[in-house]
């Protein structure tokens, strides 16, 4: 495998698993002003205090992000004390699904833990770039020494559930759609745009200016216990178009998540070396 191919791909690793994680963002306009009522703004704050409260949830979703990647993640999250859970990437199109299948991966397992993230990348590649090795090790701390996602431990942090949920608060036009049956519970419906120049979490604030988001649209639905149901945000990155849906249930799941063996394992920044140094933000 020549090296940039290799370096390349190692940083692919890092969107998708970010991706497949994350409650991405994006960009969005209303159609027409509107003005959150006091009642709306309540129920949110509930159902983001539930939400966050809850600790872990089974979660289903499924990713655009212009040209660049499509994908669905399923599998099981906790984030009571960072993030922690397993999830199964499937690459579905896009130019990074393209560069994955040269490697021989069109799905990763990918395995949260609070100090670092681990990509199963199959045999092919361990054959190739892996050293024999088919997992991969990705520590937050190397990340951001290099250059490379320095905000992604922050930016997996916030990935809860209850982010949709606190982005929401941060508009100024919500409105409550009104009630809706989803995955089988009653739910209620709120919609609103998010500028990113109002959004209160500033470590989000500047990921969002990095990607060249300018605001966002985002839609919940919310069960009778306060518990986001499903959530959909759409709009246009610098990556081109980008949508995201995800669905939540099992609130309060357990999630047993363990480093793989470590004789299976390969650090990437010592990859990283190997093949001539990092790659580009």
């Known amino acids: 495998m020549k090296s940039t191919t290799?370096?390349?791909?190692?940083?692919?690793?890092?969107?998708?698993?970010?991706?497949?994680?994350?409650?991405?963002?994006?960009?969005?306009?209303?159609?027409?002003?509107?003005t959150a009522a006091p009642a709306s703004l309540a129920a949110l704050r509930t159902a983001e205090r539930?939400?966050?409260?809850?600790?872990s949830a089974r979660v289903r979703s499924t990713t655009v992000l212009g040209d660049q990647l499509s994908l669905t993640a399923v599998g099981a999250l906790r984030?009571?004390?960072?993030?922690?859970?397993?999830?199964?990437?499937?690459?579905t199109g896009g130019t990074t699904a393209e560069t994955m299948r040269e490697l021989g991966v069109t799905s990763m397992e990918a395995r949260y833990?609070?100090?670092?993230?681990?990509?199963?990348?199959?045999?092919?590649?361990?054959?190739?770039?892996?050293?024999?090795?088919?997992?991969?090790?990705?520590?937050?701390?190397?990340?951001?020494?290099?250059?490379?996602?320095?905000?992604?431990a922050a930016q997996l942090r916030s990935t809860t559930p209850n982010q949709s949920v606190r982005l929401l608060l941060d508009s100024d036009d919500v409105q409550e759609v009104g009630e809706e049956i989803?995955?089988?519970?009653?739910?209620?419906?709120?919609?609103g745009t998010v500028e990113v120049a109002d959004v209160a979490d500033a470590g989000l604030r500047a990921h969002l200016e990095q990607a060249g988001v300018t605001a966002e649209t985002v839609?919940?639905?919310?069960?009778?216990?306060?518990?986001?149901?499903?959530?959909?945000?759409?709009?246009?990155?610098?990556?081109?178009?980008?949508?995201?849906?995800?669905?939540?249930?099992?609130y309060g799941t357990e999630v047993t998540t363990q480093?793989?063996?470590?004789?299976?394992?390969?650090?990437?920044?010592e990859l990283l070396r190997q093949q001539g140094g990092a790659p580009t933000p």
């Open 6 to 34: 290799g370096r390349a791909a190692l940083a692919l690793v890092v969107t998708a698993a970010l991706t497949g994680a994350a409650a991405c963002t994006s960009d969005g306009r209303p159609e027409q002003d509107r």
């Open 50 to 55: 539930s939400t966050g409260r809850a600790d």
């Open 79 to 91: 984030w009571g004390h960072g993030l922690t859970g397993t999830l199964t990437i499937t690459y």
């Open 113 to 152: 833990l609070p100090d670092a993230f681990y990509a199963h990348m199959g045999q092919a590649f361990a054959g190739q770039a892996g050293g024999g090795k088919r997992w991969l090790k990705y520590a937050y701390d190397d990340l951001a020494a290099m250059g490379t996602g320095a905000d992604f």
């Open 182 to 191: 989803v995955e089988g519970r009653r739910t209620t419906h709120y919609s």
């Open 219 to 250: 839609d919940i639905w919310v069960d009778a216990k306060d518990l986001l149901v499903k959530k959909v945000e759409k709009g246009e990155t610098a990556h081109g178009g980008y949508s995201q849906t995800a669905y939540y249930s099992d």
């Open 259 to 269: 480093a793989p063996p470590a004789g299976d394992t390969a650090d990437f920044s």
